[in-house]
């Protein structure tokens, strides 16, 4: 029961000590709830662009926004100088024949360029809306290709310790030798796949970690019957390579102490089952130290700790997902721990699901599509991670990372087997003002082989959170 409980929770989901978390607004004072978020953007045929009225900019306090905002140019050129190029020069080679503007299903077999463009399941995706799966594009307008670009303090910390981080003899970092920002800004050599991993690791998405997520969850069965609703909110705290709210470096000692990276909470509001219910975790800079997962729901006496094996539990209440599956890929890279062969496939560039800019896609009740669906072209790394450990839920897993951001936009896992188990469409928020991805957008995970398909809808902001806000103890509390 409890490795259920674990996984229906886990599964739904990111050195200097001199100034301190309360020097921040209280988050309290300022974030919306579900509810609120709800009524700037239903979950159904609400085409709004609610983040141009109810972002950031709107949301946060004058002065706690003002400190996250930096100079665009600077930011674009600090980035571009570490990575080496900007995104709109490495495409266009792939289906030149293919401009911006708009298209359709029927665009498909007139354009044959535009398959070309897509990685398979995203061309499966180029449909009306209708059974299997929800998640459908009927059409979609292509954009110019933008550069993008982190934070300037992201920048400036990458610049500091990149060559500082260090792999061993077989490419697995090594302990203490990251301090911060991308370790490999322009991965290269025998080890290039899993520094690009690395990178992905060690994402500032969300405020270098420091949000505040509220999120909305359908799941459809095969028939596109919805099965199954829910409501959280999501609080992360970054512990170590900090560099956009202070403190910087580490958290607080025994942070550094104990080698903490940082840690999540996950509350719920709905449904009634799971109302009040908290899983929290702490995860670690050791990869071969397991995380600390701890839950509780109302129908228990007191908070309990998870086994580190539920990670791959497949008992997530129906919707398609396990707690390695967070955020994508929720796993260490290790020799020991589940290890993997690691390879780049390509280095080309790809159709992806644009990051948004005014929150103005939806998704409809009627056949579950997704609309005003923008795609851009980007250039991206595809890597394949086949796993040494018969043992494990997956064989392989292929992971389709940006090389300009080192964000994941689209992964693929395979079971033992070989067939497609499940797969992940992520699609972030950008703030061009403060160097910023979020998740304020729309998360497609599909059950290819139970035939299920979740669709999550998020709302982030920027908060600073005490250690005692993500405690299970901290929202016992609170009640």
């Known amino acids: 029961m409890i490795k259920k409980i674990v996984c229906c929770l886990a599964g739904l989901l990111a050195i200097n000590a001199g100034a301190s978390a309360t020097d921040y607004f209280d988050p309290s004072a300022y974030l919306p709830g579900v509810t609120d978020v709800e009524k700037q953007k239903a979950m159904f045929d609400d085409p709004r662009p609610y983040l141009d009225r109810f972002g950031p900019k709107h949301v946060l306090p004058a002065d706690l926004y003002k400190q996250l905002v930096y100079n665009m140019d600077d930011m674009k050129k600090q980035w571009s100088d570490l990575v080496g190029f900007i995104a709109p020069d490495m495409v266009g080679n792939v289906a030149p024949e293919i401009k911006p503007g708009r298209y359709s299903h029927g665009d498909l077999a007139k354009y044959p360029g535009l398959k070309k463009l897509m990685y398979d399941q995203l061309a499966k995706r180029i449909k009306p809306g209708g059974p299997p799966f929800a998640g459908s594009i009927p059409e979609f307008e292509i954009i110019p290709t933008r550069q993008y670009y ?51 690791m060690k994402r500032y998405v969300g405020w270098g970690n420091n949000s505040y997520l509220a999120g909305r969850v359908t799941s459809y069965n095969r028939s596109l019957r919805i099965d199954f609703r829910a409501r959280y909110g999501l609080r992360q705290l970054a512990l170590a390579g900090r560099c956009i709210m202070e403190p910087h470096g580490f958290f607080d000692n025994p942070a550094q102490q104990r080698a903490e990276e940082k840690i999540y909470a996950i509350f719920w509001t709905e449904p009634r089952d799971f109302a009040g219910g908290v899983v929290t975790s702490l995860t670690y800079l050791d990869s071969e130290k397991p995380d600390t997962v701890t839950i509780y729901l109302p129908t228990m006496r007191k908070p309990r700790k998870a086994a580190p094996r539920d990670t791959q539990d497949d008992t997530s209440c129906g919707q398609g997902r396990i707690p390695d599956d967070v955020e994508g890929f929720w796993q260490k890279l290790s020799p020991n721990r589940y290890p993997y062969r690691y390879e780049i496939l390509e280095e080309r560039e790809y159709l992806v699901p644009a990051p948004t800019l005014d929150g103005s896609e939806y998704i409809t009740s009627e056949g579950a599509e ?20 018969k043992s494990y839920v997956y064989g392989s897993r292929i992971l389709y990372i940006d090389r300009e951001t080192f964000l994941l936009y689209h992964i693929e896992n395979y079971d033992q087997k070989g067939r497609l188990y499940r797969s992940w469409d992520i699609q972030y928020s950008f703030f061009p003002e403060m160097g910023a991805f979020a998740w304020s957008g729309m998360l497609l995970v599909k059950d290819h082989i139970n035939v299920r398909s979740t669709v999550d809808r998020q709302y982030a902001l920027p908060a600073q959170w005490k250690r005692t806000d993500l405690e299970v103890d901290g929202f016992l509390r609170a009640k």
């Open 150 to 200: 982190w934070a300037l303090p992201v920048s400036e910390m990458t610049r500091r310790n990149m060559h500082r981080t260090t792999l061993d003899e077989n490419g697995f970092l090594v302990p203490g030798t990251w301090q911060g920002g991308y370790p490999f800004p322009r991965p290269e050599g025998k080890f290039k796949a899993q520094q690009v991993i690395y990178n992905f």
């Open 370 to 389: 997704f609309r005003n669906v923008r795609l851009e072209r980007r250039p991206l790394y595809v890597i394949r991670l086949t796993q040494l450990d």
